[in-house]
């Protein structure tokens, strides 16, 4: 992912996003991009079958911002720092019911808002814990919509996005189920992906990241750096997220490991990473508290 240098208050938005690796995160956005669209890197898009999971973040304006309301407090612009990745700070138990997962854009939308309940009852009282703002993010499913942060990403480059500015996941459904079917696991995978790209928004993580990023030459071994963290932290987010509601309502134990297992579709990249460490992050959070998903402070070959 790119970052367009720029100087200022607000923060600069960042760039969009490069490819995302895993089959079902090609529907995840690139966290990359809080301002702009952000899509699940790492995984790239093959056909049917091996499909991986692309993503993008393409800025456009200030998304994280626009979060802070005049008068309360706003979230902590920190990354390695930040207090949601604090020891000690976990996601609830989450009883998540889901529907069945159908092809038409009804049973898909049905779907994808089951599934975004679960994940704000998830995400709310954690972020509520750290004294983080939180909001629902929009969801849009149309396969030629328009956001702050453009028009999709190609194809080739991601499935999904999420745009900070509008405060919208796009999951698009043609290109969606072109890529995974109706393969209920990727979906679900693609989906927490993005929302991680939501929670860094809320949280400050990644307007603090898009900061440091601005102060880099576009593509730069030290932005593309900050990227594959942001980046690994979402599929971190989404181990958390799966883990939450491993074995509660709608999703057994079977159908949360084969989510964190999706991220074995995806494709190396230089702003997502090897799919050796795509795979440890999302495992990594499947496992334990936020502070696992500290990939700001990790060692350089963890987020290679």
């Given at each position: 992912m790119n970052i367009e240098p720029t100087s200022g208050w607000p923060p600069?938005?960042?760039?969009?996003?490069?490819?995302?690796?895993?089959?079902?995160?090609?529907?995840?956005?690139?966290?990359?991009?809080i301002v702009a669209a952000v899509a699940l890197p790492g995984l790239g898009v093959l056909s049917f079958g091996e499909t991986v999971i692309a993503g993008e973040a393409r800025p456009a304006g200030s998304g994280v911002a626009s979060q802070r309301e005049?008068?309360?407090?706003?979230?902590?612009?920190?990354?390695?720092?930040?207090?949601?990745?604090?020891?000690?700070?976990?996601?609830?138990?989450?009883?998540?019911?889901?529907?069945?997962?159908?092809?038409?854009?009804?049973?898909?939308?049905?779907?994808?808002?089951?599934?975004?309940?679960?994940?704000?009852?998830?995400w709310k009282p954690t972020l509520e814990r750290v004294g983080a703002p939180f909001s629902t993010p929009v969801l849009q499913i149309k396969d030629e919509s328009e956001s702050s942060c453009g028009g999709l990403p190609p194809k080739e480059e991601a499935t999904a996005f999420y745009c900070p500015a509008d405060n919208a996941i796009h999951m698009p459904?043609?290109?969606?189920?072109?890529?995974?079917?109706?393969?209920?696991a990727a979906h679900l995978a693609v989906l927490a992906h993005e929302y991680g790209h939501h929670v860094q928004s809320l949280s400050g993580i990644m307007e603090a990241a898009f900061e440091e990023m601005s102060t880099y030459d576009e593509d730069s071994p030290e932005e593309l750096r900050v990227t594959r963290r942001m980046e690994l932290?979402?599929?971190?987010?989404?181990?958390?997220?799966?883990?939450?509601?491993?074995?509660?309502?709608?999703?057994?134990?079977?159908?949360?490991?084969?989510?964190?297992?999706?991220?074995?579709?995806?494709?190396?990249?230089?702003?997502?990473?090897?799919?050796?460490n795509q795979v440890k992050w999302a495992k990594a959070g499947f496992q334990k508290s936020t502070s696992a998903c500290n990939t700001f402070k990790a060692g350089e070959a963890e987020v290679r």
């Open positions: 600069p938005a960042p760039p969009p996003p490069k490819n995302s690796p895993v089959r079902v995160l090609g529907v995840l956005v690139l966290v990359v991009a005049p008068g309360k407090p706003g979230p902590v612009l920190a990354t390695a720092e930040n207090p949601l990745l604090a020891e000690g700070v976990e996601l609830p138990q989450t009883n998540c019911q889901l529907p069945s997962l159908r092809r038409s854009e009804e049973q898909l939308q049905a779907y994808y808002e089951a599934a975004m309940r679960c994940l704000d009852a998830a459904r043609k290109r969606l189920l072109e890529t995974v079917g109706t393969v209920q932290q979402a599929n971190c987010f989404a181990g958390l997220f799966l883990a939450s509601t491993n074995g509660r309502g709608s999703v057994s134990k079977a159908l949360a490991q084969q989510g964190v297992k999706e991220f074995e579709n995806s494709i190396a990249s230089d702003s997502h990473g090897t799919v050796p």
